[in-house]
């Protein structure tokens, strides 16, 4: 995807006053949403989500101060869905955030919903479904707001969009039925077919010697994170997560799930060859890797058309940029003085159903029967401050408004995992090495950044650490989740009541409520949908019982795979039990193949 754009903005701009208001506009956009087929890595056809019968997904382009209506429609027939615009910060209109079961409602096939969003954040981001991981299923685009006053308009003469994902030849339900199922105790997640480049492979990006182009990249997978790089290109990053950086040079990159980069590239000065794009996923998660499984995806900076597209290359020696070594352009200094500590653990478990399921603090996420928004809402403002309304199994947490919030989040898991928060982004203030262990600020005689990183989505190292900073000043229910979309399945999601008293303001649009009526979606009450006494969560949903004391995952697949062999077995004694005694002795191979008529007596 190419945007024409370079020294005109940055002329016209000091003209102008580069204020919003002088750019502002109201785009529409009328969203069909519905099945299509797609075949994008060319071995298998599948029904993916197209929108207005198209797929890929269009690009949505906006400039800072501009606003978006966009009406969706469910075309769908046999699921509901929803939108969310990743990494906008929603303020002041939570209920526009598309998680579905915390500021809204799925849309029921049949159904329509308007999203209302404000463009105030310039920079790289993405829409995708949040509910029953849709965008795996080919629900997501890309969406650019532009930026008159940007502090790198100037240097580039063009831009260019390219995504990046994994790609299954199954429809997400399906492997989540899968996945998350007593005959999968170890939770081996689903393996991708194929790696995409703007949902395709074998992209061609027509460039021209001697420019600079600003090349936006965000990973709109489930899955697998990416390792990326230009052959023979330099990159300098100038923006993650909508966050304007210092200029860093990069030879190659690691782009986790739903996170964002924007570099500078600038081409050589000659058509003598092409050149290769490479994204070769991270394999380090996948449990069992298939035969046969390419895990790069190749496009090229094409030159010249009339010349060979070359094999991609490895880098020698690679450094892949470690992003906590970022600088912020408006140098927010670190937020020192902490208002609220809050420590979540990590882990991956059993529970008594033999499935496993991922869990913070011991707690795993079940969806409520009221969206928690509308709790917050409708419970009482004094009584939505209490994080039991919420339900004992959404991992509720209560801020305070304007408090400095640190999250020290410790992975007891031995994989990777990327943590997107909703309506922020924050800082990142620590990150241990990979089995970096509990983070302990004494042991480890930590210094954080006077000016750390910012961005809205983080990975955490293997049996490693992090400690992130936001200043909650954005009423609202928002989500702290992993984007891996299988953990997310499993339950690795906390909820942030982020300034309860000072969201009483917010009213829902009559028809995101209509919505909630059409699928029989209770919109009053607590988790439960209690409204008389909203500290009676008696018949919310809850996950399945713990294991029993002592039993482990190693015990359920002996267990599970002892159960098996005796069932077998019982079916062998009670088959052979019913052969004709005189019968079981007898040679098969003399017996005729074709069953003849008996002669006439």
Known sequence: MTVSRGGLLATLCPLLLCSPGAWAKTITRDFTVGWVLANPDGAFERPTIGING????????ATVGDRLKLNLHNALGNASTSLHFHGFFQNGTNYMDGAVGVTQCAVPPGESFTYDIKFDQPGTYWYHAHNDGQYLDGLRGPVVVHDPAGPHEGKYDEELVITL???????????????????????????????LMNDTQNLQVKVEPGKTYLVRMANVGGFASHYVWFQDHQMRIVEVDGVWTKEAKADGLYIAPAQRYSVLLTTRGDTAQNFAIVAAMDQELFDEIPEGLNPNVTGWLVYDEQKPLPDPAGLEDPEWFDDFDLVPFDRQELLEHVDHSLTLEVKMDNLGDGANYAFFNDKTYVGPKVPSLYSALTVGGPNATYPRVYGSSTSAHVLKHNDVVEIVLNNLDDGKHPFHLHGHNFQVVYRSDEDGGLYDED????????????????????????????????????????????????????????????????????????????????????????????????????????????FTAKGYIALFFSTVAAILGMLII????????????????????????????
């Open 54 to 61: 198209q797929w890929p997904l269009p690009l949505i382009t």
């Open 165 to 195: 994902s994994d790609w299954y030849h199954e429809q997400t339900a399906t492997l989540v039925d899968k996945f998350i199922n007593v005959e999968n105790p170890t939770g081996a997640e689903p393996v991708p077919q194929a790696a």
């Open 443 to 550: 042991a480890y005689d930590v210094v954080f950044p006077r000016i750390p990183m910012r961005r809205d989505t983080v990975f955490v190292e293997g049996n490693g650490n992090f400690v992130i900073r936001f200043r909650a000043d954005n009423p609202g229910v928002w989500l702290f989740h992993c984007h891996i979309e299988w953990h997310m399945d499993q339950g690795l999601i906390a909820t942030f009541i982020e300034a309860p008293t000072e969201l009483q303001a917010q009213k829902i649009p009559k028809g995101h409520l209509k919505v909630c009526h059409a699928a029989g979606v209770p919109v009053a009450g607590n988790a439960a949908g209690n409204t008389r006494n909203v500290f009676d969560l008696t018949g919310e949903n809850l996950p399945p019982s713990p294991l029993p004391e002592g």
């Open 574 to 601: 009670a088959w052979y039990g019913s052969i004709d005694a005189g019968a079981k002795e007898t040679n098969m191979e003399s017996q005729p193949l074709i069953c003849q008529e008996e002669d006439d007596e």
